[in-house]
């Protein structure tokens, strides 16, 4: 491995670390993963199980660990996503160099990831995209150490690693299953030419299949609920509509692969069918085009049996390292030509150097700054008060509300909401988002039966449905003495 090249992968790193700077340590997390921070530092393992997040276990953990370490009830939570954005540029860059043999390629694939977009937003959310790139990446590299040697040990320890990675990563499903099945294709054409079968034909799919029911049992059972389901309707696949079939591939379909690069480079991406070409004609990288093709076909069938959404944005962030293998790939056909190689592997580095100095993006964090409210509903609440909540405040309350609170189903996105412990306290429920507008006026005229000398509402000013809310209130009697607002939220004191 050249210097120079070492030198440069590791400036777009630092580049990269440096551009995630203003989107660390916000004043309040986000509504979406406010509810990621209750699992981490809130939710026993038996909570955990009974309600089924829609967060890995291991991704959990690694947070847990950290926010024990750390009080800080913000950035422990991004140290994680962003030390995965980081590491996955160097990775890329050396997975490419040894698959092309190209160094100048293997710095494209470092530049291309570093001014993805989606990557550059979730690395400093509280979520488990970028862990799920890591991953994805990792499982590749842990590949071409298989394909130096295809034996029985090295192929069922792809196989249990791609389990393992489960833990940590829902869509390692999909990638440790089209690795497995790309090395099982080989064998079986190899058997049928040869009638011999080679080391860990069997032993690799099965010790992937016992790792991955295992897996799933203990940590995924559950996680797919109704109401990700309705969320995700526009994502998947229509079975039986040969039309709607072909409009969701050519825009979700598309998206999956555009997604990778900023608005400027998603052209980029029609590279990609080129790139899987050039896989598949090379012996020593058909077995990564077989597992792209199979990856595809998984992620299509999954979405049709409402399983995964297909062109989701971030649900896809884990197969963006494979679309900009890919594309270079493509791009090493002119880096074939004998006697252009030099000057165009100058072009390109030059290429990949502008490209992150021109194109890549500081990270932003989305504005919300409700734990300043929480708190201050904290100071208020008195034991004669009432307490309400709107539901998407729930969270804010579960993560940021200094005494005791408890979780209880709920059939939203994450499966839960949080409530105060308190006499007078009440977390509203909403229904799923399928059966329309929710109507509180039955839970607020329960929760009004008792009088109350002042109440306390803490609200997200998100939609009409909750702007009736304080009207109702008002209609029975009480007055607003105070309201604050804060960006994502607002506090109002209603006395009688």
């Known amino acids: 491995m050249r210097w120079w090249w070492v030198l440069l992968v590791a400036a777009l790193t630092a580049w990269a670390a440096w551009l995630r700077v203003p989107g660390l340590d916000p004043r309040s997390l986000w509504h979406d993963d406010q509810w990621v921070g209750i699992v981490v530092s809130r ?25 024990r370490l750390f009080p800080d009830p913000e950035w422990p939570l991004q140290v994680v996503p962003v030390a995965c954005s980081l590491v996955q540029i160097p990775l890329i860059g050396w997975i490419v160099l040894r ?7 293997g710095l494209l694939a470092a530049a291309l990831l570093l001014v993805d977009p989606l990557l550059s937003e979730y690395s400093v959310r509280a979520k488990q995209y970028s862990m799920e790139g890591l991953l994805t990446l990792g499982l590749v590299l842990l590949a071409t150490w298989v394909v130096e040697s295809p034996d029985r040990r090295r192929k069922s320890t792809l196989a249990l690693a791609s389990a393992a990675a489960m833990t940590s990563s829902f869509s390692a499903l999909f990638v440790g299953g089209a690795l497995v099945g790309a090395f099982l294709l080989h064998d079986v054409g190899r058997w049928r030419r040869t009638r011999v079968l080679p080391s860990g034909t069997r032993a690799a799919p099965a010790a992937f299949a016992l790792g ?8 995924l059972h559950g996680a797919v609920r109704p109401s990700l389901v309705d969320f995700w309707t526009s994502h998947y696949v229509p079975v039986g509509d040969p039309g709607a079939l072909a409009r969701l591939l050519e825009e979700r379909g598309a998206a999956f692969f555009t997604g990778s690069f900023p608005r400027a480079l998603a052209p980029a991406a029609l590279l990609v069918p080129l790139g899987l070409g050039v896989a598949l004609w090379r012996p020593a990288t058909r077995w990564l085009g077989v597992t792209n093709l199979f990856l595809w076909t998984q992620l299509v069938a999954a979405s049709a049996l409402h399983r995964y959404p297909l062109g989701g944005g971030r649900t ?14 493509a791009v090493s056909l002119l880096l074939s030509l004998p006697r252009m190689r030099r000057p165009l592997s100058v072009a390109v580095t030059a290429a990949a150097l502008a490209v992150a100095a021109s194109m890549a993006e500081p990270s932003r964090y989305p504005e919300q700054q409700d734990a300043q409210l929480v708190r201050r509903a904290h100071e208020l609440l008195r034991p004669q008060d009432g307490l309400l909540v709107y539901p ?43 059966f329309g507008p929710t109507d509180f006026t039955d839970q607020l005229r329960t929760f009004l ?6 109440i306390v509402y803490l609200g997200a000013d998100v939609d009409a449905d909750e702007r009736a809310i304080v009207p109702f209130v008002v209609g029975t009697g009480y007055e607003v003495a105070e309201v604050v607002r804060a960006p994502g939220a607002v506090l109002t004191v209603l006395r009688r």
């Open 316 to 329: 896809d962030l884990f197969a963006h390292g494979l679309t900009i293998i890919l594309v270079c790939f």
């Open 212 to 219: 991955a029911a295992l897996v799933y049992a203990i940590f």
């Open 43 to 67: 939710m026993t393992l038996s909570e955990y199980r009974a309600l089924g997040p829609p967060v890995p276990a291991g991704f959990a953990a690694s947070l847990a660990v950290l926010a």
């Open 99 to 105: 698959l092309t043999g190209h160094p100048a390629l």
């Open 449 to 454: 039966a008792s009088p109350r000398a002042r």
């Open 392 to 434: 998407f405040s729930g969270l804010a309350v579960g993560y940021y509300w200094p005494g005791e609170i408890r979780l209880r189903r709920d059939d939203r996105g994450c499966g839960f909401n949080a409530e105060v412990v308190h006499p007078g306290a009440l977390t509203l429920h909403s229904r799923p988002r399928r």
